[in-house]
């Protein structure tokens, strides 16, 4: 799922990149999963074109929860 939002990332559509990754940062917490933490860093790197538009700060605030959980 992280890859698949990397992808919604390249394909300029930064919406659905977090839609899915707000799921991914579900999932990685639920199990600890230290893959799914690593695939989320890269979509962070995918989606710094949009890092000071709102689905950015969106971004920003589904990966603070990974990193706190």
Do not use: F, K
Request: hydrophobic share 45%; aromatic share 2%; glycine share 4%.
């Amino acid at each position: 799922m992280a890859r698949q939002a990397t992808a919604a990332a390249a394909a300029q559509d930064p919406e659905q990149a977090v839609e899915i990754a707000r799921e991914v940062a579900t999932v990685a917490v639920e199990t600890g999963s230290a893959r799914m933490r690593r695939q989320l860093r890269t979509l962070e790197q995918a989606m710094r074109p949009w890092h000071d538009a709102p689905v950015g700060r969106d971004l920003t605030e589904v990966l603070a929860t990974v990193v706190e959980g």
